[in-house]
């Protein structure tokens, strides 16, 4: 989490990557959360999984992590968040 925030500090908003997710000890589980850079600032976002589908919260329509996140690179997040009229732009390594 500390990594992510740290790359994304000086991004423009719009920059997201995908990392594994951590439990609230701080150790990685094998869930995945999207941190995006939006109105100056970062979100953290829980990607959901279950019986082979993803998404940000159900129902879960994509089959991969990689087909969630394309879709966002045309659609905004405000479905699951209001607060969230943005696309997925500017992917970033981690």
């Known amino acids: 989490r500390e990594k992510a925030n740290e790359i994304l500090r000086d991004a423009k908003d719009g ?6 997710s951590t439990d609230k000890l701080g150790e990685a589980n094998s869930d995945y959360t999207l941190t995006l850079k939006c109105n100056g600032s970062n979100k953290l976002i829980k990607i959901y999984h279950s019986d082979g589908l993803y998404g940000f919260a159900p129902p879960l329509k994509f089959t991969s992590v990689v087909h969630l996140i ?5 659609h905004t997040l405000s479905c699951y968040n209001s607060t969230l009229s943005i ?3 500017y992917p970033v390594a981690k």
Do not use: C, G, I, M
């Open 15 to 20: 920059s997201f990557l995908v990392r594994d």
């Open 87 to 89: 696309t997925l732009k």
């Open 70 to 74: 394309v879709y966002h690179q045309t």
